[in-house]
């Protein structure tokens, strides 16, 4: 499968987006499908994921309710929406896949991936 991250932009504070994660070659539904960022001169951190029966997300404790992962199975595509953009959010955003069998808990080490997009950009002005 190839992963392609999209939608990033720039926006100001308080701002919102929707980022998509579009999945080819294979259907995202064998995926767990995670979202990192990475901002300048800082180290990659996870986001959130959801898991590739759909039922369950998590998130970074960091998003506090800004952030919502859906997956449109039609689209073979995951979404990032984010809300009330902070400065804090800018960054490089990027999804990755994991093929693994459910374990009852998300892999939140990007190194746990083997599979990611290309990162879209995204960066808010205050």
């Known amino acids: 499968v190839q992963l392609q991250a999209s939608g990033g932009g720039s926006v100001q504070s308080g701002g919102s987006l929707r980022l998509s994660c579009a999945a080819s070659?294979?259907?995202?539904?064998?995926?767990?499908i995670a979202w990192f960022r990475q901002a300048p001169e800082k180290e990659r951190e996870f986001v959130g994921a959801?898991?590739?029966?759909?039922?369950?997300?998590t998130y970074a404790d960091f998003v506090k309710g800004r952030f919502t992962i859906s997956r449109d199975i039609a689209k073979n595509a995951v979404y990032l929406e984010i809300h009330s953009l902070k400065p804090e959010d800018s960054a490089v955003y990027f999804c990755?896949?994991?093929?693994?069998?459910?374990?009852?808990?998300?892999?939140?080490?990007?190194?746990?991936?083997?599979?990611w997009g290309q990162g879209t950009l995204v960066t808010v002005s205050s």
């Open positions: 990755a896949g994991d093929p693994a069998q459910w374990l009852g808990y998300f892999r939140r080490v990007g190194d746990e991936y083997d599979i």
């Open positions: 070659g294979r259907t995202i539904t064998n995926y767990h």
């Open positions: 959801i898991s590739r029966s759909g039922a369950a997300t």
